[in-house]
């Protein structure tokens, strides 16, 4: 990366300051762009969904791996559960979606619970022996009794395929027929999977993150507090592919010491540390045994830290400058928080970045592991929250003695309740994976570049002022 005529400004710069600027470039698609990451996570797109209770969860992690990207569970759920969610996530089909399903016996109002637990928005009615008999969707279930049973309003003109069925297939055979989802089965016509039209193009587009004996890849995070060494075994014994060492404030002793903890239960799997925001605490982390390391403090929707503590730096400054330590001590970094728009996930690689943590954004999709609710207009959002806030602490320390639970609900640094509102057009976290792909793709060709090694050498970066800034946003209702 450099900047246009070598004007490298002395301040610290966000990702609304600076602009990418077209280069000469022989990539004529964006489909010749290679997303994977070079960290050695085995992610197929520079995506991590960050540590969030109200964002990582084993659907956001299923969904996300099929993608190509990694989710992180957080540090606050127990070992023995994350030894759950990971056996299931890697038990789930890389091709085919986690099909929801009810009996003919079952209601509506429990079909109308189900429906927005998944973007493919359909329940598979099956028979005792797990054969589908029927498919409800939403319009199925607009104007009836909710107490009607699903046999009276399931559509039973069912499209029932084989599991190794190519995608493209698929797509074919729904894009001809009236029916909008296909049933996978195996050979005793068992329901296996669900694949909407959508799916299929996207399988085409995507690769799965998998690990060495083809599961979905799943993360998991660790605080620095408590007896490290054994929370790290649990979670690697329990199959984890990244273990993440996580707290506010990376570069403390406590951190250095839990890297150390971490690192006496030999893990092979790369370990992820933070968060810092200087070429030091890169250094330091980096030492005491970090392979990537965790950039920001304080840019997050739901962080408060710097209007609490005026403590933090602008992101893109911070990754660019840990990235370029982290390169030439051969190491990697996340850059994590501060993203709103797909050009904060451009611009955030093009500093050198190897992937791009993203919370809140996710927190707004079928996949995240709220409950779905409709406020006063009737939209439906779901509620985030951030991980230093009273609410997570409060959870955090749910062990403690009343005492140490109330004195450490004083200190709070993020927002314990915010409403992410589902956008109708891009309910599902694979709707923004599209749109945050397409720009990354896009980018790299107007950088001339086909992989992201190559876009971070490639890339030539301008500062701007807030009006041209605002001049790049569009104009959808006119001026």
């Given at each position: 990366m450099r900047f246009i005529e070598g004007h490298r400004p002395s301040y610290d710069l966000t990702y609304d300051d600076v602009f990418l600027v077209p280069g000469r470039s022989a990539v004529d698609s964006r489909f010749g762009v290679d997303l994977s990451t070079s960290d050695g996570t085995g992610a197929t797109i520079p995506i991590v969904v960050a540590n969030m209770t109200a964002v990582a969860g084993r659907r956001m992690a299923e969904t996300v791996a099929r993608r190509g990207g990694l989710v992180v569970l957080p540090q606050d759920v127990a070992p023995e559960a994350v030894a759950e969610i990971v056996q299931w996530v890697k038990a789930r089909h890389t091709v085919w979606d986690t099909p929801l399903t009810l009996r003919s016996g079952d209601s509506v109002a429990d079909a109308v619970n189900l429906l927005h637990k998944r973007a493919h928005g359909a329940v598979v009615v099956i028979d005792d022996d797990g054969r589908p008999t029927g498919v409800v969707d939403e319009a199925a279930c607009a104007g009836v009794d909710r107490f009607t049973r699903l046999h009276d309003v399931a559509d039973e003109r069912i499209v029932t395929?084989?599991?190794?069925?190519?995608?493209?297939?698929?797509?074919?055979?729904?894009?001809?027929?009236?029916?909008?989802?296909?049933?996978?089965?195996?050979?005793?016509?068992?329901?296996?999977?669900?694949?909407?039209?959508?799916?299929?193009?996207?399988?085409?587009?995507?690769?799965?993150?998998?690990?060495?004996?083809?599961?979905?890849?799943?993360?998991?995070?660790i605080g620095v507090n408590g007896d490290v060494t054994a929370k790290a075994e649990q979670l690697l014994q329990a199959g984890v592919d990244t273990l993440v060492v996580d707290t506010a404030h990376g570069h403390q002793e406590k951190m250095l010491a839990a890297l150390k903890a971490v690192r006496e239960a030999r893990p092979t799997v790369p370990v992820v540390a933070g968060n810092v925001v200087t070429a030091e605490g890169v250094r330091d982390l980096v030492e005491a045994g970090a392979d990537i390391v965790k950039v920001g403090v304080g840019p997050g929707a739901m962080c408060t830290t710097r209007m609490m503590t005026g403590v933090g730096r602008p992101q893109f400054s911070a990754v660019a400058e840990c990235a370029a330590e982290a390169r030439r001590l051969g190491k990697h970094v996340w850059a994590d928080g501060g993203v709103r728009h797909p050009r904060d996930v451009a611009l955030a690689l093009a500093a050198g970045a190897s992937s791009v943590m993203i919370g809140s954004w996710f927190a707004g999709t079928y996949e995240s592991p709220g409950d779905l609710q409709r406020d006063e207009q009737g939209r439906l959002y779901k509620e985030s929250f951030g991980m230093a806030s009273k609410r997570a602490v409060s959870a955090r320390t749910r062990?403690?003695?009343?005492?140490?639970?109330?004195?450490?609900?004083?200190?709070?640094?993020?927002?314990?309740?915010?409403?992410?509102?589902?956008?109708?057009?891009?309910?599902?976290?694979?709707?923004?994976?599209?749109?945050?792909?397409?720009?990354?793709?896009?980018?790299?060709?107007?950088?001339?570049?086909?992989?992201?090694?190559?876009?971070?050498?490639?890339?030539?970066?301008?500062?701007?002022?807030?009006?041209?800034?605002?001049e790049g946003r569009p104009l959808p209702s006119g001026w």
């Open positions: 395929l084989p599991m190794d069925t190519a995608p493209r297939d698929v797509f074919e055979r729904l894009h001809d027929g009236t029916q909008r989802v296909a049933l996978g089965v195996d050979a005793e016509g068992r329901l296996r999977g669900v694949m909407t039209s959508l799916g299929a193009l996207r399988a085409g587009v995507y690769q799965p993150a998998l690990d060495d004996a083809n599961r979905l890849r799943v993360a998991a995070a062990t403690d003695n009343a005492f140490d639970r109330a004195r450490k609900g004083l200190f709070e640094e993020g927002i314990s309740t915010s409403r992410m509102r589902l956008d109708p057009t891009s309910p599902g976290v694979e709707d923004l994976l599209d749109a945050i792909t397409a720009g990354v793709r896009s980018a790299c060709t107007y950088a001339g570049a086909q992989t992201l090694e190559e876009f971070h050498a490639k890339a030539t970066i301008g500062v701007q002022s807030a009006a041209g800034f605002a």
